[in-house]
């Protein structure tokens, strides 16, 4: 009877700690699949970030020591605690996690270097949002055998366990020095271990690691490959005694009553034993810190045994209980000094215990709040609508797991509101009742106040504190999304005129502040709903809701008019400013957003080119809207053509007046568009296009690339000679470009054209614009030699003054004034005095558009050093006019015969 309940008892203890040790690994491999599914792949971008996230998680998973990323290749991104890590790639375990897209795996045991304990690393995948596996996720559990030991140990002090995996490695065990060994190195044990992994079901007698003949019990644990094996040498021993001291003092009195004269000597010494292993049982249930009595036991060798087993047995509780006290101090040390709040409840939901940072975040010293409902000292409520919020602990409780509460906020016994993000989780018995929980939470306010600066920053202007364009952006998407339900809305742009007089005299300090004062102007002109925001540089616009477009019109007026009024000082200077605006009302004609934008960027733009400080309304009546889709087409069409490579350049030659200067060839390098047809297109059709929608730069590039490399190939490396002069364009935006000059020298040194033989073509507005910068880049390009005409001269007389200020060499006489000058006398003075005034400059001229006879005629006899034009060569492939000598042998042709036929002189 005492061998079979010995047996049941052992059984169940062996069940016990088996389901304790399946239940710790479930819930670790759900922390851990909690954990991986949590993590972005923003944070597998950005290590610092995932270090953050893993540190506050733990705070909360504190049943893993340290959990680390690995990336695919083995590298650690980052761990918690923070610590430096070789590569795991080689390893098995890595190995077998990444099979099959992502295995969960538990390893072999080892040492951990933080502990100094007995750790198992649980492995699970890491998948980002598509599903793709991104990396693997290690958290490593304490395998503390005299904690499991002792949480067990109540009603089988003599329990004992070791725990082994199937494939024969010992995974925990009473002597550390086993542990991650193989089962054969266990020695006698070895053999009973094997044969009871072979049939768990039976259970076996046979040695321990003491050589003391055992009771062994085998049971899997469900959720790993590992076998716990229960043992036990005197496992009843409480349990039996007092059941065997009283059949003995039965047995005694029996005996006595028949025997009492001759036995009366001999019970009493055999019950003497009894009587002290009785008493001193006793005395250590009432204090186990007692020491026991020392009595020297006599009688037979089983009651001296039985005495050694009992005294062995008070040993291990005595030092369990120490353990365990240890174990407690240790515990209450740790929470005090943790960061975060703790709270613990009873099963009832009062307060248990809470450390000091609870005390401190909630306002209630912990004597006060031990007692008391947690609902009570822990009432949190919605950041956002300050709504209450369920009770933590009842919710967790009910539902029987883990949950967690963001953006919330604590009111504090002081009534003072508190952000706070917490955590709670079920606490379990060893039966698997809940018996109570915890609650870590942490003040978050310095978090959250860094967070919405952070969000402020990423929609305003940080310079005048107006919405920026993102938020613009956005604001716009929505207003045209609910334009027929909330509708019309109104978009009001405006573009400063005379900003870059104040910047440029005196300096971004000045620019900056008159953009602020502007912006404070704006706000106050503008509705409390609307939207005022800055786009960049001195762009502004007004998002106003519900709103039509008259009323948007009396804005404007507004902002016009106040913007007129407005003077800016700055040191002792006054300065006046005036905004060139775009109205456009949001409505169902627009088919989109990005459409409503490029409506105001036109309708602004109209305003600044017709004559600046006025208003244009943008219009369907007034064909704008055509206008913007015929833009929006070419650049669709342009941006195809640059994708596809179905650009090309074309060359027309120049061709000199004087004999002498005949020899070389110049010639003008074109840009053409090849379409759909295979038929080229002029660059008129899509360069105004191109300018207004930011591609002229890229274009530019390209020219000058593409030019320098067909040159090199026609002209490379020894035949330079024959080149005079390649003629390229520049656009206004493209001399804007303050990296352009870098570009241009290392083109051309990269294909190794001599400088010399460069001349870039601008225009009069471009120098007029901004003749400043244009000087500057012009000055320095001319200084490694290249040369500069300015392009379309005479539409602009006002830009006579350029002409010494710029470094020019050649004069390119606009066409309009080539037209018909054999029969024209304005044209023909207009002409006679630009010749004139090149030659005192000592720069050449070149006459545009020649296309009659009698016009090449008057130019030669005018004096104009260049000819060019349909009448000597339409433009053609550069690659043709370079390698055919028939298009410049078909030129000079023609200026010999005409010039030699009319011209009353010979030509020097």
Partial sequence: MVLASSVTHHEEYTNRVAADLDRQFRLARAALSELTGNITGQHMDDPAALHYFLTWRIGIQHNFESIAVFDLRGRLIASRPSMAMAPVAGERWFAETLQDNGTPVIHAPFISPLSGEPVVALTYPLHDENGRLRGV??????????????????????????????????????????????????????????????????????????????????????????????????????????????HMLL???ALAALLFPAMWLLVSRMLQPLDYLRREMRKLRSDPAAALTQVEISGSSELRELAEDF????????????????????????????????????????????????????????????????????????ETTGAALPDLVQTVMRQGQASSSTHTVLRTRAGILVPVDASAAPIHTAQGRIDGAVVVFRDVTAVRAAAQQLEWRATHDLMTGLANRAAYEQELERLYASRAQDGPHALVMLDLDEFKAVNDSCGHAAGDELLKQLASLLQNCARKSDMVARLGGDEFAVLMRSCSGENAMRLAED?????????????????????????????????????VQKAADLACYMAKRGGRNRIVRHSDADGSLDVLRAERAAVSTLRSAIDDGRLRLYAQPIVPVRRKKRSMRHFEVLLRMID??????????????AERYGLIDELDRWVIARTAAVCAQRYAPDRWGELGTISINLS????????????????FDRHGVPYEKVCFEITETAAIDDPEHTGGLMRTLRAKGLRFALDDF????????????????????????????????????????????????????????????????????????????????????????????SVHMQALEIMRDWCRAISPQPLR
């Avoid at 407005?566 to 040191?571: A, G, I, V």
């Avoid at 009302?585 to 459409?595: K, M, P, R, V």
């Avoid at 038929?679 to 360069?687: K, M, N, T, Y």
């Fill in 137 to 246: 996720v290690v958290g490593t559990i304490a395998l503390n055998h005299d904690q499991l030991l002792l949480s067990h140990s109540v009603g089988t002090p003599h329990g004992n366990f070791i725990v082994v995996s199937r494939a024969g490695t010992v995974i925990l065990h009473p002597d550390a020095r086993y542990i991650a060994q193989e089962v054969d190195s266990l020695g006698e044990p070895a053999e009973t271990i094997r044969a009871g992994m072979a049939d768990p079901a039976a259970v076996r007698v046979g040695p321990n690691y003491n050589r003391v003949r055992s009771l062994y019990a085998f049971r899997p644990i469900a959720s790993t490959d590992w076998m716990l094996i229960g043992f036990t040498s005197n496992e009843e021993a409480f349990a039996s005694l007092s059941r065997l001291s009283r």
């Fill in 251 to 253: 047995a005694g009195a």
């Fill in 311 to 382: 005294a062995q047995m008070a040993a291990a509780w005595r030092t369990a209980e120490s353990a365990l006290q240890q174990e407690k101090e240790r515990a209450e040390v740790t929470l005090q000094s943790i960061a975060d709040g703790v709270i613990a409840t009873a099963a009832d939901g009062r307060i248990a215990a809470m450390n000091g940072a609870a005390a401190r975040i909630v306002g209630w010293p912990a004597e006060e709040a031990i007692g008391q409902p947690f609902e009570a000292v822990f009432q949190i409520q919605d």
């Fill in 559 to 595: 902002v016009r008019r106040a913007i007129t009024n407005f003077r800016f000082n700055w040191n002792g200077r006054t300065f006046r400013v005036s905004a060139s605006i775009g109205v456009v009302e949001i409505h169902e004609t627009l088919q989109s957003a990005d459409e």
């Fill in 676 to 689: 759909a047809d295979g038929a080229p297109i002029a660059s008129g059709a899509f360069l105004t296009a």
């Fill in 732 to 747: 206004p935006a493209t001399l804007r470009d303050p990296h352009i000059a870098e570009y241009i020298l290392e083109q």
């Fill in 794 to 885: 005479g539409v602009g007389m006002t830009t006579l003054s350029l002409l010494r200020e710029l470094p020019i060499d050649i004069l390119k006489i606009d066409g309009a004034f080539i037209a018909g000058i054999h029969k024209d006398d304005v044209n023909r003075s207009v002409v006679e005095a630009i010749q004139m005034i090149a030659r005192r400059l000592g720069i050449r001229t070149v006459a545009e558009r020649v296309e009659q006879m009698n016009e090449l005629a008057t130019l030669c006899q005018l004096g104009v050093d260049y000819v060019q034009g349909f009448l000597l060569a339409h433009p053609q492939p550069i690659e043709y006019v370079l390698d055919s000598d």
